[in-house]
């Protein structure tokens, strides 16, 4: 018996060491994805609590304070609310913290890639403490999450934008026929997914019988903004490609099918009400996905010349080359510290910005953008304030788009 004691416990100090020095090699080597992978967390964790949390939840007083006990479906957006809250504070915590990081020197760019183990410890408790906050500021939260959620949206936009723009400088780059001819194919491709796509909105959400003139503004705009951005790319002076144009005219196209299916269940314009829960499960799933990609993107593009989160000092400002060698680039710097300061690569504090709206958004989409906290302990139904988060986010990615390619020639002196 004292020796399986014994060896029980040299088993776990053994885990715990190994733990530790895993943890800790993260953070030397991978900050940026270390902190992806705990986003990556932080969404399972809402994603378990929403489906086995709400009997706990119910017998907790200074939540289930009302005189009648609200619905499952009110507890379980609840604790996904919680969850996201203390998510939110603990990015903007880091982000606060970073403000102004100008060089390696500082030693806040320790905190930003070291301490895990401190730093998850913190997560953890940040979380659990949300589940003793009154619900008022839950409520509250859920309120300010819906702005928060339309401006990740905006970084999304600026993300893909970025994005398209890198694949077709890389395709074109090559200077060869075939990728000439493949930039031309995935061109047509995405049109076509954006008219077939929009015959099948126009089916769903403009049924006949009914008067779905707000719909059908909203569908015919969108198509309206397709063939306007193939007529700016193309134009001589703009001298731009049409696969940029065409991949932004089909997430426009799918902004607007999030904004027509978030529509009340019982519009009469909203033809997916009888699917709606399958149709819902599909845009979270589709939503959370666009989310996850998203905080991997700015977390691989950080760095690169193309990316917001580069400073103007940093010293691969200027540079093409985007740090995806996580490990040789952090050991990198770990070498330049000791010769003498050198210029952060990247913005740390609006890297972790990215993260805390990242936040609210994955909390909007498992919440179905439906607020928790009322005196009755119903849910109210907010459907119509998500229909206008997306449809105002389409029109803005439709101006970014546009002012990406009209600003050179406007403003030939600067960089953009």
């Known amino acids: 018996m004292w020796a399986a004691s014994c060896l029980a416990s040299c088993c776990a100090a053994c885990a715990c060491e190994a733990c530790r020095s895993a943890v800790g090699s993260i953070g030397r080597r991978s900050a940026r994805i270390a902190y992806c992978g705990l986003f990556g967390l932080s969404l399972i964790v809402a994603w378990i609590l929403r489906e086995v949390a709400a009997p706990l939840m119910e017998n907790i007083p200074w939540i289930n304070h009302f005189q009648k006990t609200p619905d499952r479906e009110w507890f379980e957006t609840d604790a996904v609310l919680r969850v996201s809250l ?118 769903w959400f403009t049924p006949s019988g009914h008067e779905c003139g707000l719909n059908m503004f909203f569908l015919v705009f969108t198509l309206i903004l397709a063939f306007v951005f193939a007529i700016v790319a193309l134009h001589p002076k703009i001298n731009g490609s049409l696969l940029p144009a065409s991949v932004i005219a089909l997430y426009c196209m799918y902004l607007c099918y999030t904004g027509l299916s978030s529509e009340p269940r019982d519009y009469e314009c909203n033809g997916l009400h009888n699917h709606s829960k399958a149709i819902s499960t599909g845009s979270v799933t589709l939503g959370l996905l666009s989310t996850v990609l998203s905080v991997v993107y700015s977390a691989v593009r950080a760095g690169s010349s193309t990316t917001l989160l580069s400073p103007p000092s940093s010293p691969r400002a200027g540079s093409e080359k985007p740090l995806l060698p996580f490990d040789k680039s952090d ?14 690569s990247y913005s740390y504090s609006f890297f972790h910005l990215i993260f805390s709206l990242a936040s609210m958004y994955s909390a909007m989409l498992l919440t179905g953008w439906s607020t928790s906290v009322g005196e009755s302990g119903k849910l109210v139904d907010v459907g119509w304030p998500s229909v206008w988060v997306r449809i105002v986010t389409q029109w803005a990615t439709a101006a970014l788009y546009i002012w990406s390619l009209i600003a050179p020639i406007l403003f030939p002196d600067r960089e953009f």
């Open 86 to 203: 203390g998510n939110f504070l603990f990015f903007t915590i880091l982000a606060l913290l970073m403000a102004g990081i100008k060089d390696q020197k500082d030693p806040r760019d320790q905190i930003h890639h070291g301490g895990w183990m401190a730093k998850i410890f913190c997560w953890f408790v940040i979380v659990v403490l949300m589940f003793f906050v009154p619900n008022g500021l839950v409520s509250f939260y859920e309120t300010i999450a819906k702005f928060g959620s339309g401006l990740f949206l905006l970084v999304q936009v600026v993300l893909l934008l970025d994005f398209v723009h890198g694949w077709n400088e890389s395709w074109v780059s090559k200077d060869e026929q075939f990728w000439y001819a493949a930039l031309l194919i995935v061109s047509v491709v995405c049109y076509i997914g954006t008219f077939v796509f929009s015959g099948l909105l126009f089916h």
């Open 331 to 344: 050991a990198a710097d770990e070498d330049a510290k000791k010769d003498g300061p050198r210029p952060v």
